[in-house]
């Protein structure tokens, strides 16, 4: 589906994301690009919405000559709980226009709006990117993003650490605990034991399994699972994306027992370790929301909050979806899902959290 011509010399269009050798030179825009992220890829697109039930799609800006100009993710997201959105990037925390010029993100802007609207989604959300203006609502206060550059060696990334986390991690590495790093079956196991525990002691429904499993199927090389055991018990474990010299280090968390046992403070300093190896010279940390206790710790490990501008555009007398779980809508809910069995927050998580987007 070609959509008309915009004012600057580029056109908009849909991108078939079946077809390999699109993705392959979407892909290719992509890891060129300063600014992309892994939410980019169009890999990370289709596993989500395979693994969520959910649709993928890809809008493109074109020059006359079929060089890409700019390119858009998106996820459209249907949910009986949480109704229907367009998202960029669905399931991530960035992912919004790429592009290295206002005018296209403007024409990518509005042809992912008509898009909105020919779906019936009543709302766009847009993850990062360029801010489009009138129209739109822009979010610079809810989140934070934490990055900085990894250090040469070992002691130099301890040395990075501010004194207190420092002296908690060198404790972790006199510890007898196990590291573990892969995405075998075994390793995502191991990974999903731990999420899914750490999700639920917060309150809030897990990912379906064959998200992991998809994503790192479908990112292969550029995907992995560091974990911290303590005698062959998983405590802590990350799931990690890589591009460009950076590592993502994106879905975490730990057991109730991780923190007395260091099993935290040992897992981001042996992800700090492998992907230096990887020759990685970057971290991003993620995002976190401002004035919580995951800002605190990231802080303390030396990053400092940046700002995360997030966008997004309702139809008329709509408001946008509220999705975050702090909010006093979802109060009684997260203190409920806290005191689930942990199989039956596994059981039903899934089939909630596929339509969170």
């Known amino acids: 589906m070609t959509m008309p011509l915009v004012s600057t010399p580029v056109a908009i269009s849909a991108a078939d994301l079946a077809q ?7 892909d290719a825009y992509v890891r060129a690009h300063a600014d992309a992220t892994p939410f980019h890829l169009t890999g990370w697109n289709v596993a989500v919405a395979r693994a969520c039930g959910q649709t993928a799609h890809c809008l493109i800006a074109e020059y006359a000559d079929g060089t890409i100009a700019g390119m858009l993710p998106l996820t459209e997201i249907r949910s009986p709980l949480f109704g229907k959105a367009l998202v960029s990037a669905g399931f991530a925390v960035d992912g919004g226009i790429l592009t290295s010029r206002d005018a296209v993100a403007d024409a990518l802007a509005a042809s992912a709006w008509a898009l909105a609207e020919r779906l019936g989604c009543p709302s766009l959300e847009l993850r990062g990117g360029p801010a489009p203006g009138e129209g739109w609502i822009v979010d610079e206060t809810t989140y934070l993003g934490f990055a900085r550059d990894l250090a040469q060696d070992d002691e130099a990334e301890l040395l990075a650490i501010p004194r207190k986390q420092r002296a908690d991690v060198r404790k972790s590495l006199d510890a007898d605990l196990e590291i573990a790093i892969g995405s075998t079956p075994r390793d995502l ?39 911290v055991s303590k005698d062959g018990k998983p405590h802590a474990s990350v799931f990690s994306l890589y591009l460009n010299g950076t590592v ?8 109730r027992e991780a923190r007395s046992l260091k099993a935290n403070d040992r897992l981001y300093y042996e992800l700090m370790r492998h992907a230096r190896g990887r020759g990685c010279t970057r971290y991003d940390f993620g995002r976190s929301k401002a004035g919580t206790g995951v800002a605190a710790f990231k802080k303390n490990w030396g990053f400092e909050g940046v700002p995360l501008r997030y966008a997004k555009r309702v139809a008329a007398g709509q408001t946008p979806r509220e999705m975050n779980p702090m909010s006093p809508k979802y109060r009684l809910q997260v203190v409920v899902w806290k005191k689930l069995p942990l199989w039956l927050a596994n059981a039903m998580g899934p089939v909630i959290a596929k339509g969170l987007g």
């Open 20 to 26: 390999a050798g699109e993705r392959a030179r979407i």
């Open 189 to 227: 196991a191991m990974h999903y034991a731990v999420f899914s525990e750490s999700v639920r002691n917060l309150g809030t429904p897990v990912f379906p399994a064959k998200l992991f499993r998809e994503v790192a199927a479908e990112l292969s090389e550029h995907a992995d699972v560091v974990t």
């Open 248 to 255: 993502y280090p994106f879905w975490g968390g730990g057991t």
